[in-house]
Every structure is written in C-alpha cells, then in structure tokens.
C-alpha cells in the first residue's frame, strides 16, 4: 500500500455549493484518523499523569468534498471481480455478489478501441448521469444537489454518501427531465458511496471500466451537474494525473483514488469519470482547494467501489470490513525524539468497546503491528484490511516508559450510516 502523504499545504475550500451542510462536510475531513463506532466513554486518567502533547504530528491532506460532505475509503477485504459471483444473506437468501461488471477492455491512450471520438463519449455517458436534489424536513426547497450514475435499467444508482446524508426525502432527474421519488438502499460514510433506487425501467445504464488498466496522462472525462439542475449534464476532459491515490477518509482509511485535472466542482459528487471508451472507471467526490492550486480533483476507483456497491445491495452495508477502534495520529522520528518517546501511532481516543476492554488507552504509542514495526497510518491500516471482524491483533505499544503487547478482537465497522453494534 502507498505511504499516506503526511504534510499538505491544503486547507477546506469554504464555497461549496453543493448544501447547507458547510460544517458537516468540513467535519468530515480530519487531521485525526476517526472510526465512527459506538462511543465508548474512557476511565478517568489518574492526577498527576503527564499528559503528552504532540506538537508536529502528521498532517492528513484536507480534501474538501465537491458535493455536500467528506469523503472517503474502502477497507473492505473484497477483491473486485470481473464477473459476478453469488453470496449468502444472513436470513439464507442467496444473492448476486457483484452489483456491476467491469469490462477488461483496455483503452489504447493514442487511439480508443471503440474509435470513440470526445463528442461520441459525452452522448453515449451524459443518458446514464442523473441530478440528486436532498430535502430536509420542512424545507420546500433543495438543501443540496449532487450527481449520480445509472447502474441498472430498473433504477439503482450510484452517488456518494455525503449527497444523500440526512436527507428526509430524495429527487432524481435523468438528462431528459424526467423526475422520481428515491429511496436509499444503502450508505457508508467510511467510503462516502451510497446506492439510492428509483421506481423506473428501460433506463440508460452505465458500463462500467477496469480502473486498473487506466495509464497516467490518458485522456479522461468528468460528467456531472456542477451547481445542480442549472448546469446539468456538463462535460470537462482532462487527463489521469496519477493512479492509486492514498486519500484521506472519514474514518482511520484512505482510498485509493484517480488524480485528475478534468474540472470538478460543487455538484459533480457522485457523477462519473470516463476513460474514451465512455465505460466508468471513477466516482468523482473531491477535490483539493487551495490558492495556487489548480486542477487537483479526485475519483474513487471503480475497482474498489465495485465491492463496496456490492455489498450496500445485497445488506444494506458494507459487511465484513474490519475496524481497530481508535483514532490516531503519526509520531515521526523528529517529534517522537523531542518527546522521548519511540516513533509510531499515537492513540487520541478509543472508541470501541473491544478496544476499551483490551486496555487500549488514550497516548498509548503503538510501535508494532503483528510483530512489524509501524510508522505511518497505511501500516496501521493494511493490517486490518487484511482481517475480518472477530479476528485478533497484537500490538506493541509504549506506555508509562515501557513496552507490552495488547492483543485487541476487531470490531465490524458498518459506517455510521449503518445500524449499530455493541463492539
């Protein structure tokens, strides 16, 4: 896994346009490292203990959502399939494992496969972009607005999670004006995907790329409604500036993104990136804002989003994904000499119960993970994407000016739009 990029000179572009919910979506984007659990209250710390502080810890980029909150990271441990496959609900119903197919077809970055021309690419995609308005009780008008990708004929589509969050009510409208009621099938605030269904057949579905196969500086386009319904249906091009992008989530994660310079604004979250074939290779939902910056926008790999999807069909969230329960921040090697103290993860809060009950507690330094040495949060985290919930991991920590092992059970993390559980 790429290392997380620990200084950035970006902050939260204040203008978005997308919702009301400013504050929400900066809150969704942190310098700490959060997974959203169930609270667990921590013991009072006895008098007199020297509490550390930690003056130049790593500083996660702030990614300022191009819709109506943060983004966003799949640490399921689904590998993205080509094809589909079957899985087992809990109640026994037998149900399709993937919710879509990527296609192996590689684009030549000199000559498209299909012959597809920019003008042929934007009328085959723009049929499969939708305009998502929120309503909040008692609110006449569209607190927000976002975009979507037509996943299925008979109306499931794919948008990010911070588009539909704490919606009371949704509105779709399809490219030729055509207006439905939705209904969220199901929403992950650590991703920041959701999947919404309309009450609709014979629509204009989406194909969708093999993210993979994309090669930086190949030609890309971003379809979206950047500043809602006005400016529906809007085309910008550009080019892969880089792949694998480790992006900073809502939760202890990162996502591994497409960096682009195709024009992502307010509105375009949830609309798709398309290689020259017009297959979907990206879900577009943020973008780095700062002065002096431009064209740094990002797009949540297909490939990884496939799984995700998947699961947010078949359960409603996304099953199986492994969380260690805390928040944490990196301790360098200059800062963790200045403090005396050994590099690693800092521990700001535990915020599970099995975390809690193994005696994980806060400024305990973690300095092994499994018998590895741990330095950056990827670390930390390819750790855990590697388990399932129930599964146990040893840690080394420092405390108190000695070392131990812990040995924590991983909790389930269902994204706090899911149903909770006491772990």
Do not use: W
């Amino acid at each position: 896994m790429s290392e997380q990029n620990n200084f950035s000179p970006f902050f939260i572009d204040p203008n978005n346009q997308d919702t009301q919910n400013d504050a929400n979506e900066q809150s969704s984007f942190s310098n700490t490292n959060e997974v959203h659990e169930e609270p667990h209250e921590e013991p009072a710390e006895k008098k007199g203990k020297a509490r550390v502080v930690v003056a130049a810890l790593l500083i996660v980029a702030l990614i300022v959502s191009a819709g109506a909150g943060g983004y966003l990271i799949n640490n399921t441990s689904s590998t993205p399939s080509i094809g589909g496959n079957t899985s087992t609900a809990s109640d026994g119903e037998e149900k399709t494992g993937d919710a879509f197919t990527l296609s192996n077809t590689k684009v030549n970055p000199a000559k498209t496969t299909d012959g597809l021309t920019p003008q042929e690419v934007a009328a085959k995609v723009i049929p499969s972009v939708v305009c998502i308005q929120s309503y909040q009780m008692n609110n006449v008008q569209a607190a927000g607005s976002g975009s979507g990708i037509i996943m299925s004929a008979d109306g499931y589509i794919i948008t990010n999670n911070h588009v539909v969050e704490g919606a009371s009510a949704l509105k779709v409208i399809t490219h030729d004006n055509e207006t439905y009621e939705a209904e969220i099938v199901g929403a992950d605030s650590t991703s920041d995907l959701a999947l919404i269904k309309i009450d609709a057949k014979n629509l204009t579905a989406a194909t969708f790329g093999n993210s993979d196969n994309l090669e930086v500086a190949e030609s890309v386009m971003a379809i979206g409604n950047p500043g809602g319904l006005e400016l529906n249906s809007s085309v910008t091009t550009g080019i892969v500036s880089a792949k694998n992008r480790d992006v900073a989530s809502e939760g202890s994660q990162t996502m591994k993104c497409i960096q682009t310079n195709a024009a992502i604004n307010p509105g375009n979250s949830g609309g798709p990136l398309v290689n020259m074939n017009g297959d979907v290779v990206g879900i577009n939902s943020s973008k780095i804002a700062a002065t002096g910056y431009e064209g740094l926008g990002f797009a949540i790999n297909i490939n990884d989003a496939q799984p995700i999807i998947s699961s947010l069909k078949n359960y409603g969230y996304v099953k199986d994904r492994a969380v260690l329960g805390i928040t944490y921040q990196v301790i360098d090697e200059m800062t963790a000499s200045f403090y005396r103290l050994p590099s690693g993860i800092i521990i700001k809060s535990v915020t599970s119960r099995n975390a809690a009950e193994a005696g994980l507690k806060k400024d305990d330094v973690i300095t092994q993970v499994a018998g590895q040495p741990v330095f950056e949060g990827t670390e930390l985290l390819t750790a855990i994407k590697s388990r399932k919930p129930g599964d146990t991991l040893t840690l080394t920590i420092f405390r108190d000016g000695k070392t131990q092992d812990v040995n924590v059970v991983l909790s389930e993390d269902r994204g706090s739009n899911a149903p909770t559980i006491n772990n």
